[in-house]
Every structure is written in structure tokens, then in C-alpha cells.
């Protein structure tokens, strides 16, 4: 015997259809943890340090899993500024390096999370009893603690950059490291191995530099040379054998990044004023770029108008980006953005309030930032912290999203309450 359906059921049945819809629209929001981010986008806040006018954060960087940064009320020093870790993976904060504050300047850590340089004016391990900015490298694992530099006032050391493992540390100095090399006492880029125990200086060409940034296994530096306090030249030097190839001139200089290379040094990111990618810039905004080496090719990454764009940053394998412009948030100032740059899409990640300072993980499925934005529900009045996005679906590469354990335990809720209801009303049809 065939069942009929009763006069009015079928819009009944579409009634719970679309109920049954917007509960899996719920528990879908949800596994995303929304608030002022984006679909496709999973946020953390790693900080609740600043109040008002009182600034509570200083650093921030990240390997792969782990950021790292300088902020007030960490988890270990509730009372002070503190420099600890957070790793993704495990959802947890770790300590890291005791310091007295102002505590360590150009954190860096290396793409496979195992040590973190900085520089420090501190006697950290005895061996800096006269102050001078130094070299460290932290092993996170053991917790052990080495000085890589010993010079004196009035050269100092700067800006260390890992490669992979953590066995060779980029800086920049104006000690004179290799004797004869450096007399003036210019800041130039070396490179310190820790197998060997030797500097090699790797710059000469003219200027003064800037930035550096280190490819994976230590072969390739992206060095910025300023010839003029806002304006320098990006180079892409060989370290052994010191070749050194004038990428782009008019690199902008007002960031705090000004370049980005990636773990096998063929593609360098950068900003710049210049039409590089002829046609796509004739206004000189300033755009972010990528330089690729193996197709001796330039990519205008960024197209923001009126809104300038900055801050770069690579994932290992070059295929991911992210920078900040104030294109997608004209009305309050600079957003974070992270895409490919194979598929040409960039989007952007924070829909409300203030972020910028962005630093790609290793495999670029996450992202740390400054932002002045509420992503969590942490941060109402809008005050100054850190945040950890985790966007693997961003850009048109396929990988699988993430999701809070709150949102998934939701949505799981939701569909076997719905499930519920609908076998239920079946049964009265």
C-alpha cells in the first residue's frame, strides 16, 4: 500500500528542511569560532596584555607550530612582561628564556620550531659582562641557552635568522668578525655555523644593510641595502660563493619587514613603488611583489590603489603569502591578508578593526599578527594583542580546515537533535 502524503505536509517538510539547514549552519559557524575573522579561518588569541594606552605586547614571530612572543600577563608571569610560546599543535603555552625586561630584541625562530635566536644586552650566560647587544640561540627542547657572539662597544649584532634546523644563524653586525673585512664598521650580513664555529661575512656590495632573511638549508640570503634612510636595493646573495644578484631597487623601508624568501631562496617577497610587472602599478603604490629566481620573472602580488601594501612573509615552500594593506579595511586601517601566489588569490582574513605585522608559519597554514580587533570574544575594548589564524583553505589550495572542539561537539549536537526531530515527525505523516 502506497503512503500519501497529508494536504500541507509538503510544506511542512520544507519548514524542517530549512530548520535542519540552519542548524548546520550554526554548527558550521561555530567550528570556525567567528567573531570579526573570516570563513575559512580558525582564531586564537594568544595575549590579554594591553589596557588602553598601555601597550602590552612587543614581539611576535612563529615557526611552524609554535609562535613565539614578548608580551605582559603570560601564563608564567602574570605580573611582568615575559617572552614565552604557543604551540598550535598542542594548544598549549610553553616558557620560554628567562630575561629581565626589556628582554630579547629580533626574535627568530627556526622553521622546524626547535631553537629561537635573538639579541640581548644581558648577561645571559656569563659571557657578555660589558653589556653589549649579542647573539643567543635558545634550544627549546633542552632549555639550553648559548651566546654565539663576543664583541665590544661600539660594534653590536643584530636581526639572527635560522635556517631549518637551526644550524646556521644569518645577523648582521658592525664587528669587524672576519678580520680585515669590516674595518669601518658598517653593518653588514654573516653567517655563523655552528658545526664548524666560523663567520663568514657574505655582504659587500655598498650600503648599509637593512634586512636579512635566510633560505632553509642556509644557502641563499635576501639581504636589503639601504643607500638612503627610506629607500634600498634587495640583493640575493650566494653565500658560498658570495654571487650577489640586484633583485629590485626602490624597496620600501618604513616596515618592519621589507623581504621574505623562501626555504629554497628561489622566491623572494618584498614591497616596492616600482611598476615592476609593467602596467599593473603605473601610480608607484606601493605593491607587494614576488621575485622568482628560477623563472627570472616578477609578480605583482597585491593590487591596493590608494592603500599601500607591506610586511610580506613566505611559507617554506613559496607557494603561500601574506602582507597587510589597508585595501579590504579602508575605513579603520591596515588588514592581514593570506593567499596563494600560484592561483593569484589573496584574501583577507580579519573583517573588523585594525591588523597588520603578519608572519607566515613554515607550511603557511597559520598566520600570527598585531591586531587591535575582537576575533574571540576576548578583546571588547579593542586593545592592542596577538592572534593566531589558522587558514589552510585560504588562497584555492585544498587542505583540510580546521576546527575548534567546542564548534565540532556544537554541530554534533545540532544534527543529532535535528536528526531526532525529523524522524520523529516522520513517523506522524
Known sequence: MKHQLRPGSGNRLR?????????LLVGLAATSGLAQGVPGCTYTQLTDASDGDLLGVTK????????????????????????????????????GPDFVFPGPDALSMSPDDSHLAFTSIEDLVGGNP????????????????????????????????????????????????????????????????????????????????????????????????????QIGDLWRVEVETLDAELIASSVFGGGLSLAAIDGS?????????????????????????????????????????????????????GRRIAYAS???????????FVGAIDTGVVEPIVSVGRSYFPVLSADGQRVVFWGETDLTGGNPALDTEFFLAECPELGGIATIPTASGYGLALLALLLAGGATFLLRRRRHV
Open 15 to 23: 519548514q524542517r528542511t530549512f530548520i535542519l539547514a540552519s542548524l
Open 60 to 95: 611576535l614571530t612563529i615557526g611552524n607550530q609554535r609562535a613565539v612572543m614578548e608580551a605582559r600577563n603570560s601564563p608564567f608571569d602574570p605580573d611582568g612582561f615575559d617572552t614565552f610560546l604557543y604551540d598550535a599543535q598542542l594548544g598549549e603555552y610553553l616558557d
Open 130 to 229: 660589558d653589556r653589549n647587544r649579542e647573539i643567543f640561540l635558545f634550544e627549546i627542547a633542552t632549555r639550553t641557552l648559548s651566546q654565539l657572539t663576543d664583541t665590544v662597544a661600539p660594534s653590536s649584532n643584530f636581526q639572527p635568522r635560522l635556517s631549518a634546523d637551526g644550524r646556521k644563524i644569518a645577523f648582521t653586525s658592525t664587528a669587524d668578525l672576519v678580520t680585515g673585512q669590516n674595518p669601518g664598521g658598517e653593518v653588514k650580513a654573516f653567517v655563523f655555523d655552528r658545526d664548524t664555529g666560523q663567520y663568514a661575512q657574505v655582504t659587500e656590495v655598498p650600503g648599509r644593510v637593512r634586512e636579512i632573511r635566510m633560505s632553509d638549508d642556509g644557502a641563499y640570503l635576501a639581504v636589503v641595502e639601504f643607500i638612503t634612510s
Open 265 to 317: 631562496g628561489d622566491r623572494i617577497a618584498f614591497s616596492s613603488t616600482e611598476d615592476l610587472v609593467p602596467g599593473r602599478n603605473p601610480d608607484g603604490t606601493l605593491e607587494v611583489f614576488v621575485y622568482d629566481a628560477a623563472a627570472d620573472t616578477f609578480l605583482q602580488i597585491s593590487d591596493s590603489a590608494a592603500f599601500d601594501a607591506d610586511y610580506p612573509s613566505l611559507s617554506r615552500d
Open 326 to 336: 589597508g585595501t579590504g579595511n579602508p575605513s579603520t586601517g591596515l588588514s592581514v
